[in-house]
């Protein structure tokens, strides 16, 4: 297991973690250049945050100040309730897609969705398996236009509490399931690199934490014909937790074995980055965000 108490080489910070400080939001060239100054070398920024800055002027700034990304979010939010809000379903991830290699994303990243509406508090059905069927056809069809850019997509299996407005593939287990039905041979036709799979996962902890088979099922994921494990989240779990979406944790103030969980992620071969990603309204929210990344780097190196 690689160690991390003395550099931050492997830290990428998710730039959700510093976009909405009390007083002055971040934008993201602030973000971006805030990182690089603090050596940081890789981040996953956000869409809307891309959209807002313009998408070439993102490229340009990554690529002058040398970043990496660690991933691009996001995609998915596959279900529908009639052929209009399909095609639309459709467009928005050929755009995700499309930016996502414009960016040099080295995936994008899914969060697939469940009831339809249920988000905006008005879920059209309660038909969960319709859901998760429907999930399941966005992705066979995402992967073929994936594969032709080779742009791998990262399932990203979120916590039950969100299966009713987010998603409904909620174990790494059932997200395993996707990559190897719609996803054999874990390989470009296109790009006939065989190095990463079109179609992965994302491990958040946040999110994954708590599953009894957690450990099985990586190492599952890094059995194939290439490492599905395109991502790993950290933060951590706090207890209590008193709200469902932004009060997540900084390493160390919570419940998640980091280094435990990291080493199951590394003994199957992933040697990618660690991502910082915090949503935390009450708490990192409220600082300023140059103390926010300082504490990330701090943590990262002391508690993941
Ligand atoms: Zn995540």
């Not at 009831?115 to 399941?136: E, I, K, N, S, T």
């Not at 032709?148 to 909620?170: F, K, S, T």
């Amino acid at each position: 297991m690689r160690d991390f108490s003395q550099d931050h080489r492997w830290l990428s910070i998710n730039t959700a973690t510093v976009r909405k400080q009390r007083g002055e939001p971040w934008p993201l060239p602030k973000i971006l250049d805030a990182c690089a100054a603090r050596g940081i070398r890789a981040v996953s920024p956000w869409r809307d945050q891309v959209a807002a800055a313009g998408l070439a002027a993102t490229a340009a700034q990554v690529k002058a100040l040398g970043l990496e990304l660690s991933g691009y979010c996001r995609g998915g939010l596959f279900t529908y309730t009639d052929s209009a809000s399909q095609q639309a379903v459709r467009d928005d991830n050929l755009r995700a897609l499309d930016e996502a290699c414009t960016l040099d994303a080295p995936c994008l990243v899914l969060v697939v969705g469940a009831l339809p509406g249920a988000l905006a508090g008005r879920p059209a059905h309660r038909d969960l398996a319709l859901a998760r069927a429907q999930v399941a056809e966005g992705i066979a069809w995402l992967v073929g236009e994936a594969r032709q850019r080779g742009m791998p997509l990262a399932i990203e299996p979120l916590h039950p509490m969100y299966a009713a407005d987010r998603a409904c593939v909620n174990t790494l287990a059932q997200a395993l399931d996707l990559c190897e039905a719609l996803d054999p041979a874990a390989g470009y036709a296109a790009s006939g690199s065989s190095a990463r799979p079109a179609l992965g996962v994302a491990v958040d902890a946040y999110h994954v934490w708590w599953d009894p088979q957690l450990e099985a099922q990586i190492a599952r994921a890094g059995r194939g014909p290439a490492n599905r494990i395109l991502a790993l989240h950290v933060c951590d779990w706090l207890v209590p937790t008193t709200d469902l979406l932004e009060d997540r944790g900084m390493m160390g103030d919570g419940v998640i074995d980091l280094p435990r969980l990291r080493g199951w992620v590394e003994a199957t071969g992933y040697a990618g980055y660690s991502e910082v990603e915090i949503f935390s309204k009450a708490n990192w929210w409220q600082r300023d965000g140059g103390e926010v990344l300082d504490t990330c780097i701090e943590r990262h190196r002391r508690c993941v």
